[in-house]
């Protein structure tokens, strides 16, 4: 079963806007990731922030981790029409050691100019 | 260089046909995986290999099977595929085993099943 469930499912704003989605998660955690996809392309890695984190920054991205609630979120600022596509977080488990990811359904995201 | 590279990036094949998807990384990664993606789902564990040896297989039906050659390649030969297998797979690579490293995809192939 899916780890993660993230919420909104769809978000749509416009150029210059801030999106957040957020993720929630039921089990221990040694790190969880987000992911961007494009439509039919493949998963690009934004971020990985371990369960010893709280928060990280990767340019207009900024996630944090909140392990006490089992959730994270990811804040992308000033977004820009190239911003829309899904994405996805992920969860390395605490009893995994094969790096196994368990993803949440996603967030798709649109961005208007 | 963070790649994965995978092809063929499309791929039709009928049900009696025999394929092959293949991917390599050259990052010097020692675990590599295979997920399958359905439209509009997330990704969804099919294999991960470590060390060339196969360490997980999330009961994947046998018309699936992975190869993995060396270090750089990971293959999945396809035989005897039903409609429902037409989805997106994507190959990946990490770091060995140490959970918190970063996992990275490749762009996937597309197979369509007729």
């Known amino acids: 079963s899916q780890q993660g469930e993230e919420d909104p499912q769809a978000l749509s704003i416009q150029e210059g806007e801030n999106a957040t989605m957020n993720c929630s998660y039921k089990?221990?955690?040694?790190?969880l990731q987000w992911y961007r996809q494009n439509s039919g392309r493949g998963l690009v890695h934004l971020i990985l922030?371990?369960?010893?984190?709280r928060e990280k920054h990767s340019g207009r991205l900024r996630v944090t981790l909140d392990t006490s609630k089992k959730s994270s979120s990811l804040l992308i600022t000033a977004s820009r029409a190239a911003d829309t596509a899904s994405y996805f977080c992920?969860?390395?488990?605490?009893?995994?050691?094969?790096?196994?990811?368990?993803f949440g359904a996603g967030t798709q995201v649109v961005v208007t100019p | 260089d963070t790649e994965v590279t995978q092809t063929p990036k499309h791929l039709v094949m009928g049900m009696t046909n025999k394929k092959s998807l293949k991917c390599e990384q050259h990052?010097?990664?020692?675990?590599m995986y295979w997920y399958k993606q359905k439209a509009k789902k997330p990704p969804e564990l099919m294999f991960v290999y470590s060390y060339e040896k196969l360490s997980i297989n999330e009961s994947v039906p046998s018309r699936f099977s992975p190869e993995c050659p060396n270090s750089s390649l990971l293959n999945l030969h396809l035989h005897a595929l039903q409609p429902e297998d037409s989805a997106l797979y994507l190959c990946?690579?990490?770091?060995?085993?140490?959970?918190?490293?970063?996992?990275?995809f490749g762009e996937g192939s597309w197979l369509t099943v007729v």
């Open positions: 990946a690579s990490s770091q060995l085993g140490i959970s918190g490293n970063t996992i990275y």
């Open positions: 990052m010097g990664h020692r675990a």
């Open positions: 922030i371990r369960s010893n984190e």
């Open positions: 992920a969860t390395g488990m605490t009893t995994d050691s094969w790096g196994k990811l368990q």
């Open positions: 089990t221990s955690i040694n790190n």
